[in-house]
């Protein structure tokens, strides 16, 4: 919940099928940042294209990922067992394709 919270922008963007991906895609009010949103359910990985339109230039990408199996719980011995790991993303003007691991959680951030 807290990686939803502090990746939330005000204004959502049209979405086209993410196929089995749960997604949204949500703008800020200046359109200067889009997120991207993915919950991958599925006990496997999958693959996805992942296109920004043409009139949102990417100056830059990053992403945070959750994934843990299905029993992996955080511990007081283990607090971050289970915690978003940050990356960055090479995004050209065609897009790329994503593969969202298996009981994952993906936030990505291009800005312009």
């Not at 919270?5 to 099928?17: I, N």
């Not at 949500?26 to 693959?47: F, G, I, Q, Y």
């Not at 607090?79 to 969202?100: D, K, M, W």
Request: glycine fraction near 6%; charged fraction near 20%; proline fraction near 7%.
């Amino acid at each position: 919940m807290k990686l939803y919270r502090e990746h939330y922008q005000p204004r959502l963007v049209r979405l086209e099928s993410a196929g089995d991906l749960n997604a949204v895609a949500t703008a800020s009010e200046n359109r200067r940042t889009l997120v991207l949103k993915v919950v991958n359910a599925a006990p496997h990985e999958t693959a996805c294209a992942v296109e920004v339109a043409p009139s949102f230039p990417v100056a830059s990408a990053k992403q945070w990922v959750v994934t843990a199996g299905l029993q992996d719980r955080n511990t007081l011995d283990e607090p971050a067992r289970i915690a978003p790991v940050e990356g960055q993303l090479a995004c050209g003007p065609g897009g790329i394709v994503h593969r969202f691991p298996a009981h994952s959680v993906t936030v990505m951030e291009f800005r312009r």
